[in-house]
């Protein structure tokens, strides 16, 4: 068996303990019998994976007893359109535009509303965070929606944007669990779990409870009431519940990593030494202000789409797998999450300084 470091955006990679617990558990999960696939989301057993599943991630993000814990599909991308059809009450929000998944919420906001662009950094390719100290925010908006980290691009909210009282809405699918937040700073936290939690197929909604009301745009259909499945506990139907299983085993992992104070500083310490390179090498160039640098997605390029491309793909021959970057700006990008050890980024830098060394 050869596990290769995968730096793919997502789905990504998992911690190894977590995929051979799975492994062991398959056939007979814990002396039922069965696969947690194969299980009734109704029984007691997978009751239980569920609520310490909540309960791991409560502890870990310290989420206040005011907000709701929801599994949910669809991906990042059902939410587009759920946060409008359930928060728009005055049917105005404002967004905040730092990239396409930023973009693409936008544009699915304009269908149900006024949805303004309020700030934008689409004049330099994405390659910042614009300064969102003071915005013309609407006395109405429902809300302010933000991409907190942007995959594509990798930038970062370091600061969340003053939204002059509003409720702040924000799409973490790419920083999920990566460093402490202030949960009671936002309405709405949500993302799809495949970056930096599970497999694809959950995405994870954590809500204050005042929003989640009967009160919704008319023709809102049942399943995309957050109401639905508040009042059900993520049960209203049939979960993807295996997907929610290898969540839960991720926030014990990550509880017995030391919390995310302790994944903040291995994250830190991991980027800062893929950065550290960029900024010496005479080949390579990373993409983003220096300030807003993500610490999970960082592109870089050579500036010669050729080289790009032989970088891959001897990347890819050395165990080195997904840099390409994604299919609208090119180059590479190495997504580096949570599960992703330090070792990766150091086989990764030595092969861009061998790499460099060659081509220079
Ligand atoms: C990947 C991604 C999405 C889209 O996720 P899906 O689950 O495929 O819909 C949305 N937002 C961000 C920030 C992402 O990284």
């Excluded at 068996?1 to 056939?27: D, K, T």
């Excluded at 946060?83 to 728009?88: A, V």
Aim: one cysteine or more; aromatic letters at 10%.
């Amino acid at each position: 068996m050869a596990r290769v470091y995968n730096f793919s955006a997502g789905p990504a990679m998992l911690p190894e303990e977590v995929l051979r617990e799975a492994a062991a558990e398959m056939l007979d999960y814990r002396g039922c019998g069965m696969s947690v696939m194969e299980m009734s989301h109704r029984s007691k057993a997978f009751e239980t994976i569920i609520g310490d599943a909540e309960q791991d991630l409560r502890d870990l993000m310290q989420i206040p007893d005011n907000y709701k814990v929801l599994f949910l599909q669809g991906g990042a991308s059902q939410q587009f359109s759920m946060i409008p059809m359930n928060l728009m009450k005055n049917g105005v929000a404002d967004y905040i535009i730092t990239g396409q998944w930023a973009k693409k919420a936008y544009q699915e906001a304009c269908m149900y509303g006024k949805a303004r662009a309020v700030a934008s950094s689409e004049d330099q390719t994405f390659s910042y965070i614009p300064d969102c100290s003071d915005l013309p925010i609407d006395a109405d908006a429902d809300y302010v929606y933000i991409c907190e980290n942007n995959t594509i691009y990798g930038t970062k909210f370091k600061t969340l944007p003053n939204t002059k009282g509003k409720t702040l809405v924000a799409d973490v699918s790419s920083c999920f669990l990566s460093e402490p937040v202030d949960v009671t700073k936002y309405g709405v936290i949500y993302g799809g779990v495949q970056k930096n939690i599970g497999p694809a197929g959950v995405v994870i909604v954590i809500i204050r409870e005042d929003l989640i009301t009967q009160d919704v745009l008319p023709g809102t259909p049942t399943m995309l009431r957050y109401k639905t499945h508040a009042d059900a506990g993520s049960l209203y139907n049939t979960p993807p519940a295996y997907g929610i299983y290898i969540c839960g085993k991720v926030f014990r992992w990550l509880k017995a990593q030391g919390g995310l104070e302790a994944m903040k500083e291995y994250n830190e310490k991991k980027a800062k030494i893929l950065y550290d390179f960029l900024d010496k090498s005479k080949l390579f160039l990373g993409t983003v202000r220096r300030q807003d640098r993500s610490l999970m997605n960082v592109p870089f390029v050579t500036g010669n789409a050729q080289l790009d491309a032989k970088f891959v793909k001897e990347a890819k021959e050395a165990g080195l797998e997904n840099l390409k970057g994604h299919r609208s700006v090119g180059g590479m990008r190495a997504s580096i999450y949570n599960a992703m050890p330090i070792a990766g980024v150091e086989a990764l830098v030595d092969f861009m300084g061998k790499f460099e060394g060659e081509n220079l």
